[in-house]
């Protein structure tokens, strides 16, 4: 049995571990304030060619969306999403637990547009709702998609005109960056605070939050302290990130997801499959019949994501930098068998 | 420069650090749900000879208070602490952020007794103060100190009376563990809940929070997901503490932690130093003249903690699993050497 | 110019305002300790037929709902609402500050439905979704609509069996009242909590909060402390609701504000107009085409709620216990004389 | 029995009720957007001779005093309170279920020093504690005594030297106004926000907040539409504040109250009792024997404050606007005959 149910199974790229072992002794500050820490924010400043943001180690993607958003808002100040958003579906209402509505807009394929921003702020106008204060993006998506620098720099000129704050949840930002013409440079330009997500990109935990703009700088590490998310081990966090971003690593290993996906992608789409959205990303939501479906479960584990007409489910599969690929070759082969 | 500032230093032990490469590379369900979590829970289960509490593991220790509290109480109710408590002096109002307010009690050495139970509750009384239902204390306390058996078993009578709910921070449980008379068995019949802390005794992070009173374990997953408490690869947490409650590695290294401090406390007490209050486990509170503390900063980190009277000062040393035995030596012949 | 804007333009009924003057230089206990606050729940609960309820006065509807959904529910759970529910879009993000997520669903008529509660259970299985445990509906609904006794029989059966709250929010329970099967004996029998508002029938302000399921009940009072809830003068509003339940004030002032409404209804009606949805109580929403609803807005005030095609606009009309009787025939005689 | 228990036992002065008698059937705006409250707005602000603040409506003390605190600060920003401030000891916990930290001084008259404000922050500079950002007096402070101009200049410097807010709660300004060298003119260049507080000065209830700093306007009406501080029929609060400060009546009220204290206090220390602290205001403290305070007891309504040593308690008293001055001349005339 062969998972492609996420991007978390395995633990940690090999070098990731390796580096915990071998500063294992040291014995560093607590809470962020040691070397690893420094050093892997600076090379991260370095791949951004920006160093006046500031970085902070964060271990969950959960909890660095929601300290960002209780951060940088006030209490009559609410989030723009998509429906598909992490926020909004999937993070047990984490960000209303903080205070804080979620305006959803429903969307083709998981990205924001103006227009619906557009439609956010008009729908609350008055004082008797809340008002709409931060943007909140996934790149890539939920649903795998992902924006072009176009598009990101049309939707951050809006926010600016709009005094509209832009958070991009970069947990796969390392799939975007290996699929997209956004390079780490651009982001520091592009939106208000971002993270780059460890977890699902060699790290075995750890996101990257990024602050760009000085206003929302303030206190966070108080921010951080107070909602649980400053580790006594910080430099755990820091020997991670400083691996992946030394060299290349962190976008080799997101490479090689993207490649294991596009031979999946491919081979399914061959296969006359049709898919609920194009997504170039290492997540796709392919569309089997059910009798085919059941054969794939006998061999692959990959996630149901919802019943379609037609005796027909659109399934969720993922890849990652631990994607063995020679199992989606395997599958490819599997499911032409299966395919009548 | 040898370091005695705290017990986060050092990463992990390597056993641990072992069984994390050990695992690596295997497809695991996340969230917690995977056979490392379900296995390290039977282990910590079968030491506590109860079958019936659920434990669930958490990356730290303020995110466990946190979560704690604000899953058990209801809006207008209270928690009793001391005043030296974490929850009152260390995490940033991370409690009174969940919405309750700490209730303190001045105590001499870090412990609450009864008659602070109830002069906190006579306080309360009126309908416009909160409504006193959580004890909150740490053991070891926050001082170094330690609850007996009998104390703690006065103290939960008396919570059980006056329908107040005891629930024990055990971020240095280890050392208590390993210097009272109180084992893992006591713990689920002397609370209504408690952490046993992995962070500060061999762990690179994890707490396992232990429910044992019914009505408190509902919907406990759904808060942890809420507060970002649930890590994606919640193997990392499961095989860290497998590895410690497989055999009796955790009560070991806290042995090794208080032995190392005995060498300090014997050496320093027989220089004739004293101390802000008697503690029998790994932290000690000695006072140093300011000159004699100057010579010590030469060679050994500790932590400023109140400046005393007569030109002296109260300094914090902490030892750990990994503190090197001939260290304490080496600073007790120091010490010696220091004191004219 | 004459308005039907709102329910509450004028102030409160004369017999209320007298019995403040008659009741002025009392000395009386504050915080609703006071005789005329236990008189009025008395009476209250003499028409209710039902001695068990807890019944509290609070100023204000915003105040009522966010009290009972922050009293009531622990931080995981979650409201269920129709989308037209005053607490999803006019309340500012109240019930998301308390920290509790609103799950909305579409209806015809802002009336709930049991197949809506089922969507809503289904949608929210996972751990990663808050639990829905509460549903707010509001009777008359915001679209004017009311339930029958049948529907709320059906809609608290389904609750209870599914482990639900069921609340009702009565700020315009007076016209339910006066034009539904349901009398003030049923609704301790079929729901867990529920108001009446005064406000919007008779008071200057003021809601009664009637609480019937035991476990619901404690603290109550230190919640509203908390929250700002009570009132230091709290007899101003005992005062109030002693004169609305005395006799049959708060039924007749209902009964006025819907005859008046027959009447605007009826004419518009008869002039050939369509409406948004059937409403039988003090509210409703005809839609006019724009230049007749220009002409209308010469004389008259009224809502804006919605542009509708071809050139047309949906606006909202309300009477209340002040609304002259004539100024209603002569709007539809005005109304026909704009009607071509 | 005659009571001197607190300043809220009448309902309102006769002008006040008056004055809603008189405009009780005009339709108004609502939500505070009517003639009355602009009214009562423009006369404040000729009183304050300052046109630039932000004057809002609010029904009660605790609703204002939280809703400033919550719309003011940050998640990580604390409170700095005296130890006798209302919002620590009489709000249930008010502000820490907004989410933040009350730091407290101990005081001996209830007014804080700058000494005091110096040690919160220096105790809170750590990252792992909150940061002080605002500063909660009340004038009369709750021990019934005032800040003379000088110490509130001195207090207003030292806290914009560091980036300290300052709010006023101003529950009983009307008797600071009475009996101190501030007039109201002086606030709105003393603080950054403060409140007048009617309903213990002649309202029925509500409290004017006045904004002075521009950064703490924005969105102040959300915020209280947020937390249900925005009265449907807002025309009472706006009716009452106009009654009030069209001429002189607000001033006049107070003094009335202060003049009905006078006779109080200097009878009472005439016979040679002392007070737990020197009070100028409309609240005092006097210690009475037991045996005195007993028969007291029969003919007066006084609150038990605390008890002290040699068999007596001391007690609070308070009179108001609506004060028969008569009473206190009885009062004092029966305590000389109870004073052996």
Redesign the interface.
Same mark, same amino acid.
């Given at each position: 049995m062969?998972?492609f149910l *996420?991007d978390?199974?395995?633990? $940690?790229h090999?070098a990731v571990?390796q580096a915990?072992?071998d500063?294992? @002794? =040291?014995?560093?500050?607590?809470?962020g304030e040691d070397e690893h820490c420094r050093q892997a924010a600076a090379y991260m400043k370095e791949k951004m060619d920006c160093a006046k943001v500031d970085i902070h180690f964060i271990?969950? #993607? !959960?909890?660095? *969306? !929601?300290?960002a958003i209780?951060?940088f808002l006030?209490?009559?100040? $609410?989030v723009i999403s998509a429906e598909t958003g992490h926020i909004q579906?999937? =993070?047990?209402?984490?960000i209303?637990?903080? #205070?804080?509505?979620i305006l959803t807009e429903p969307t083709e394929d998981g990205k924001l547009t103006i227009a619906q921003l557009e439609h956010a702020i008009k729908m609350n106008l008055e =004082?008797?709702?809340?008002?709409p204060k931060l943007v909140y993006i996934s790149n890539t998506t939920e649903l795998g998609t992902v924006y072009s620098k176009k598009e990101l720099e049309e939707l951050y000129a809006y926010c600016k005109e709009h005094d509209l704050l832009l958070f991009i949840d970069g947990a796969r930002m390392g799939s975007a960056l290996a699929c997209s013409d956004l390079t780490l440079k651009d982001y520091p330009k592009l939106c208000d605070a971002f993270y780059v997500g460890g977890?699902?990109n060699g790290a075995?935990?750890g996101e990257a939050m990024v602050i760009v703009k000085d206003e929302l700088k303030e206190?966070f590490?108080?921010?951080m302290?107070?909602? #649980? $998310? @400053?580790?006594?081990?910080g430099?755990?966090l820091g020997v991670q990130f400083e691996t992946l971003f030394r060299d290349n690593l962190f976008l080799e290993l997101a490479q090689h997801a993207n490649t294991c996906m596009d031979v999946l992608r491919d081979g399914i789409r061959q296969l006359g499959y049709s898919f609920l959205c194009d997504s170039p990303s290492n997540q796709i939501f392919p569309i089997f019949p059910m009798d085919v479906l059941e054969k794939i479960k006998e061999k692959y584990m990959v996630l149901d994501y919802m019943d379609m007409e037609n005796c027909s489910r659109c399934v969720r599969m993922v890849t990652s930098w631990?994607t063995d690929l020679n199992q989606c070759h395997n599958f490819v082969a599997d499911l032409k068998s299966f395919t009548k």
């Amino acid at each position: 049995m062969y998972s492609f149910l *996420n991007d978390y199974s395995e633990t $940690a790229h090999p070098a990731v571990l390796q580096a915990l072992v071998d500063t294992n @002794m =040291e014995q560093c500050l607590g809470y962020g304030e040691d070397e690893h820490c420094r050093q892997a924010a600076a090379y991260m400043k370095e791949k951004m060619d920006c160093a006046k943001v500031d970085i902070h180690f964060i271990p969950g #993607g !959960t909890q660095t *969306n !929601t300290l960002a958003i209780a951060a940088f808002l006030r209490p009559t100040q $609410a989030v723009i999403s998509a429906e598909t958003g992490h926020i909004q579906g999937h =993070e047990c209402g984490s960000i209303e637990e903080t #205070g804080h509505k979620i305006l959803t807009e429903p969307t083709e394929d998981g990205k924001l547009t103006i227009a619906q921003l557009e439609h956010a702020i008009k729908m609350n106008l008055e =004082e008797y709702c809340p008002r709409p204060k931060l943007v909140y993006i996934s790149n890539t998506t939920e649903l795998g998609t992902v924006y072009s620098k176009k598009e990101l720099e049309e939707l951050y000129a809006y926010c600016k005109e709009h005094d509209l704050l832009l958070f991009i949840d970069g947990a796969r930002m390392g799939s975007a960056l290996a699929c997209s013409d956004l390079t780490l440079k651009d982001y520091p330009k592009l939106c208000d605070a971002f993270y780059v997500g460890g977890t699902k990109n060699g790290a075995f935990l750890g996101e990257a939050m990024v602050i760009v703009k000085d206003e929302l700088k303030e206190d966070f590490r108080r921010h951080m302290k107070q909602r #649980g $998310a @400053m580790l006594a081990k910080g430099k755990v966090l820091g020997v991670q990130f400083e691996t992946l971003f030394r060299d290349n690593l962190f976008l080799e290993l997101a490479q090689h997801a993207n490649t294991c996906m596009d031979v999946l992608r491919d081979g399914i789409r061959q296969l006359g499959y049709s898919f609920l959205c194009d997504s170039p990303s290492n997540q796709i939501f392919p569309i089997f019949p059910m009798d085919v479906l059941e054969k794939i479960k006998e061999k692959y584990m990959v996630l149901d994501y919802m019943d379609m007409e037609n005796c027909s489910r659109c399934v969720r599969m993922v890849t990652s930098w631990a994607t063995d690929l020679n199992q989606c070759h395997n599958f490819v082969a599997d499911l032409k068998s299966f395919t009548k």
